[in-house]
């Protein structure tokens, strides 16, 4: 890496940037290389992330995926291997947390993704009676304490407040299912990976499932829907859902 780059990253990068903070990662001078050491190259990679699914029919023979991952500030901070204690008796809900900004989240209408954008699913949930969106923090650790959240659908939204990063893996794990909202340009979101660290079950559309390797399956560690009309007839007994396989971190995280 040259310094250019390395200043480029450095500087203007928000979150690739905290790569080359990291304790001996990063030695730009080949002189003083140390004895044992790993070289990343740029030719080791593709960003072509999604040519499997729409050019070859899902087919990943020859190539290995980089998982999605936990949100970078996970790592930064140190949260993403933080306790918790996930075999608590868990709320018989739906639980849903992020951004839902009007214009940004639309833009995923201009890709080759036939996911319904998370602005769209927020409005499809506002429609249903057991619709609950947190005015605040205290609000939503009353509401999990007092267990009154069964059989809601309850929605943090950061436009409202916003949960904090120490606090999301812990919250997550009250409840037993986690309602997956596609990111801005893809369907890939760092929620999806913090939910099922905590064993809570992804709710989740067919193609953001089928994105992600190895693909989810349905009834098994998640619940997969088609559309907003498929999704009507699973929200009508999800909550009667029998027991299916924790989806807690092991080969999927």
């Not at 989240?105 to 249903?128: A, H, M, N, Q």
Request: charged fraction near 25%.
């Amino acid at each position: 890496m040259d310094f250019a780059t390395f200043r480029n990253i450095r500087n203007k990068e928000k979150y690739l940037s905290m790569i080359v903070r990291e304790d001996n990662f990063l030695i730009v001078n080949k002189k003083y290389k140390p004895e044992n050491y790993i070289e990343i190259k740029d030719e080791m990679f593709s960003p072509d992330y999604f040519s499997a699914y729409f050019e070859k029919e899902n087919n990943t023979g020859g190539s290995f995926h980089v998982p999605m991952s936990f949100h970078p500030l996970m790592y930064h901070y140190g949260l993403w291997n933080q306790k918790v204690d996930i075999r608590k008796e868990r709320i018989n809900a739906i639980f849903c947390y992020g951004n839902f900004d009007s214009q940004a989240y639309l833009e995923i209408k201009r890709t080759e993704f036939s996911v319904v954008p998370r602005t769209e699913l927020l409005s499809y949930f506002k429609e249903k009676s057991g619709f609950l969106a947190f005015s605040g923090m205290s609000e939503m650790l009353e509401r999990i304490g007092d267990r009154s959240l069964a059989r809601k659908y309850a929605f943090a939204i950061k436009e409202h407040f916003e949960l904090p990063m120490k606090e999301v893996r812990e919250t997550l794990s009250h409840f037993n299912f986690y309602f997956c909202c596609p990111g801005v340009v893809m369907p890939l979101c760092h929620n999806v990976i913090e939910a099922m660290s905590v064993g809570t079950i992804p709710v989740i559309q067919k193609e953001y499932a089928e994105v992600m390797y190895p693909n989810l399956t349905d009834q098994v560690n998640a619940i997969i829907f088609n559309d907003l009309e498929h999704l009507d007839s699973i929200l009508e007994n999800i909550f009667e859902t029998p027991n299916l396989k924790s989806a807690a971190c092991g080969k999927m995280c």
